[in-house]
């Protein structure tokens, strides 16, 4: 039997990072983050447990990459479905309501990703994250800045302060709330995007005129 390709042993390592990746978001939205460990992540995953320490440092490097993955594809998907559309503020609206769509259907994930950029180990730099970065470029581009470097970090520091708004403990504030005040802070009409379901008793927040 011939030796495998250079190719395909990286496409295999891909293959077998992005399994690891997927079961981790599985395992900790079913069960929470103290009570998945590496090991069931590898288990899930079909992976030796020895490829785990080698893709990733430790549990919470590997579930920050997991959750920037999830976001990234999320956020694509927002972005490219039909009818694709090249205006700046759709892609905007549709850049937030991807990732505040997230916060509220991932509670438990999102909470313990967040925590973890809290952590002594801080911010993972990762492929996943630089993904996801450069399609929050893209959209703070496409939006009509000039200054993407500058404009970029203050979106993220906006969607991650409405992520924590969302998912603190006692006093959480509705999704539809945060959308409203992104909204207005970005100039967005509330019919961009995907507009939360008006609640039963009554039309939904708006944006200040």
């Known amino acids: 039997m011939s030796p495998r390709s250079a190719s395909v042993n990286e496409e295999l390592r891909r293959r077998s ?20 460990t590496l090991g069931d992540i590898a288990d899930r995953a079909g992976s030796a447990r020895g490829l785990v320490s080698y893709y990733f440092p430790g549990k919470r490097q590997l579930l920050q990459s997991a959750v920037h993955r999830l ?21 905007m609206a549709r850049a937030i309501d991807a990732i505040l769509g997230l916060t509220r259907d991932q509670p438990v994930l999102m909470r313990q990703h967040m925590a973890g950029l809290l952590h002594a180990e801080g911010f993972v730099q990762c492929p996943e994250q630089r993904r996801l970065s450069e399609l929050l470029g893209e959209t703070v581009a496409a939006y009509g800045s000039t200054q993407v470097t500058a404009d970029y970090p203050m979106l993220r520091a906006l969607l991650m302060g409405a992520v924590y708004a969302a998912l603190v403990p ?13 909204f207005k802070r970005y100039r967005l009409e509330w ?19």
């Open 17 to 36: 990072r992005e399994r690891l990746l997927q079961a981790a978001v599985e395992l900790v939205s079913e069960r929470g983050y103290d009570a998945t």
């Open 71 to 91: 976001m990234h594809r999320t956020l694509e998907e927002a972005l490219e479905r039909e009818p694709r559309s090249e205006d700046g503020r759709e892609r």
């Open 170 to 182: 006692g006093v959480p504030m509705q999704v539809p709330v945060l959308r409203a005040e992104l």
């Open 191 to 209: 019919e961009l995007g995907v507009p939360p379901r008006p609640p039963a008793n009554g039309g939904a927040p708006r944006p200040a005129e």
